[in-house]
């Protein structure tokens, strides 16, 4: 089963940026969805934005226009660019894989927190 290992996250003034990585243990070719969420204090998971292994993205409303979810096959990593953060953007962000036959696959987080 692959590994996912999230980094990347901080405290960042609101209107900053921070670029999240997702380094999994083996190839990331045939892994069919990457996806990232999030999950603040008290409320529920959300989808962030996600990546098909055919390079098609998918954003939450909340993020549209200002988060760039991409992959790099050849280093077997996934990002996500934040640009323009806000407040409400703080969370722990997860990594999220999904291959196989309902295979599902989590990293462990990494915190992301805004100041105003």
């Known amino acids: 089963q692959v590994q996912l290992v999230e980094s990347g996250g901080g405290l960042v003034q609101a209107g900053g940026s921070l670029r999240l990585s997702c380094a999994a243990s083996r190839s990331t070719r045939r892994i069919n969805f990457i996806g990232w969420y999030r999950q603040a204090p008290g409320k529920q998971r959300e989808l962030v934005a996600a990546?098909?292994?055919?390079?098609?993205?998918n954003y939450g409303d909340s993020v549209k226009g200002r988060f760039t979810i991409s992959r790099d096959n050849a280093e077997n990593t996934i990002y996500l660019q934040m640009n323009s953060l806000k407040p409400e953007d703080t969370a722990v962000y997860y990594c999220n894989a999904r291959y196989g036959v309902g295979i599902n696959t989590w990293g462990q987080g990494t915190q992301v927190t805004v100041s105003s």
């Open positions: 990546i098909s292994s055919g390079g098609t993205t």
